[in-house]
């Protein structure tokens, strides 16, 4: 991995403020000078990733890196929440309720809360240490084994590639609660727009994903609203709920498999679990893109500290409420219309007497859908970007315009998009329906490979002397986050398809969608190892100190503190 001793590398304090001096050196905090290389820019005003590089820092770890800093604060916290408050929350929590009942449901979700805790601790620490395109994907890549960074690359550019065409049905679907113009219409639409958003300055990106991450907070409060109203009798006509439906038909579900007995409801829960995992899934992308955010060192561990308890909020509230005043046992829990019909908030309503909100959700739930879609080429023409820096993908796609935006990355995974079209002739949506299906696992193993990276991180800092004070971040709790990130990921990705075994239920569908991440790693990571005869990286070459100066050398600004009551609301939201 590195050519050089690392000893010679100084180990720099982070508390300390250092300035560039006239002759382009820097003192460390125990007062040695550090050499420093001017990074190549494209102007004075120009945010590249580095303004300097250490002399002696390996240049694969500044690598040719040309992306621009253009996600404030405020974009990175607004990415991360769209990216986990999806149209599982709105449309398939339904099932769940059914299944596990409101107690299920509410202690599935916590659980699964812990797991995501754990999960942004890792991926804040090794991004705050190391803000580089691609995030984990690379963090593997130095961190553990070359050949983890391709397999775990390839998964996330695949994923991501299919899971785009995959809204853009769901954008038509959710389209015809209100029309039945041809979903090709409704594609083209989505692709257009899409492209606009992520070829050219990435900051139009963020504001739109900003406006997106409104709505659904803007949905998901008026919703919980309407439910506490609904639920204490503020409806006309409506008598007050309270409990009742905890009591009648009861805190559980009717459960899976065996309805009605223990192993059913066991069942019913374990499957609420895994369906967490898949509505929490997005909240790790905040790191794809720190190579474009500003002060990554500090945006992004705040980031991964605040986002946490805000979707853990917004998520067990809007569950709670919807305990409180849709029965379990409603029939219409299992519907699956694709629209906003099969809602819980569009159910009570219904029962409510109350008109509108179906039309007010459908219309939100379509800006998610499509922000899922857009989120989506993010992350993986970032991934895609972040191959081609390593030598794992052609060199074409390292190439960025004068903005920042590595827009053959970005028109390669475009070209995917056109997979949507598929869905309209009855052959080919089977085909496509599998493709999209392989995707559904991959989150799991992007989470294992996260807790991975940080454990290794963590022993090499213990073989080469550092101690975690050092750190741009150390976040709270190691060695258990990285250790719960690993066994309780692998936990869930390894029984998720439990139901796939039950007897009557087998299905080679099913069975591929929950295994067929774990088949993608195993073949491209000993395909590539095999290929390349990887190894891997020993603990006492793992590039710690190469980053540790790096961001000695490129020190951030402190935050400016918000002030007033527009101040408060800004801190709560993206501070």
Sequence with gaps: MSSYPMSEIPAP?????????EDDTKKDYYGAEVTVARAERGGEDDPRLYDTVPDGVDPRFVGEDRTVRGLSQRHI?????????????????????????????????????????????????????????????????????????????????YGSAVSV???????????TYWTDVNAGIWFAVCIVVTFATN????????????????????????????????????????????????????????????????????????????NAVYAYSGVESIAIAAAETKNP???????????????????????????????????NLLTSTGTAASSPFVIAAQRAGVKVLPSIINAVIVTSAWSSGNHAMLVG??????????????????????????????????????????????????????????????????WITIGIANWRMNKAMKVQGIDRSELPWAAPLQPFMYQVTIWGSALVLITGGFYSFLPGYWSIADFFTNYAAIIQMVVFYFGWKWYKGTKVVPLDQVPIREYLAIAAANPEPPSKPRKGPLGWLGRFMWD
């Design 77 to 157: 916290q607004m990415i991360s929440l769209a990216g986990a408050i999806g149209t599982g929350l709105f449309l398939s929590s339904g099932k769940s309720i059914r299944r596990a009942g409101p107690a299920g449901t509410l202690i599935g979700y916590a659980a699964v809360g812990g797991l995501v805790m754990a999960v942004m601790s890792c991926i804040g620490e090794l991004s705050s240490l190391a803000p580089i395109s691609g995030a984990y994907i690379r963090h593997a890549e130095f961190f553990v084994d070359p050949a983890l960074g391709f397999a775990i690359g390839w998964s996330s550019f």
């Design 381 to 446: 023409s970032r991934s895609l970007y972040a191959l081609a820096l390593e030598g794992k993908a052609p060199k074409i796609f390292r190439t960025c315009s004068r903005y920042g935006i590595p827009y053959v990355a970005v028109l390669f995974q475009g070209a995917f998009q056109l997979l949507a079209f598929m869905s309209l002739s009855n052959g080919a949506n089977t085909v496509f329906s599998w493709l999209t299906n392989v995707d559904a696992s991959s989150t799991l193993t992007i």
């Design 297 to 331: 060192r500090r945006n992004i561990p705040r980031a991964a500290k605040r986002v946490f308890i805000r979707v853990t909020v917004f998520y067990i509230l809007c569950l709670f409420v919807v305990g409180l005043i849709v029965p379990s046992n409603d029939s």
């Design 165 to 175: 065409p995959s809204e853009w049905t769901s954008v038509a679907i959710l389209m």
């Design 199 to 274: 070829l050219f300055l990435v900051r139009i990106y963020g504001e739109v994903e900003l406006v997106c991450a409104m709505l659904k907070i803007l949905l998901i409060l008026g919703l919980i609203l309407f439910g506490l109203i609904y639920d204490l009798g503020g409806i006309a006509g409506q008598s007050r709920l309270g409990f009742h439906y905890w009591k009648d038909p009861g805190a559980w579900g009717e459960g899976y498999w065996e309805v009605g007995t223990a192993a059913g409801r066991f069942c019913g829960f374990w499957l609420t679990l895994i």
């Design 13 to 21: 304090s982070y508390t300390a403020s250092t300035e560039l001096a």
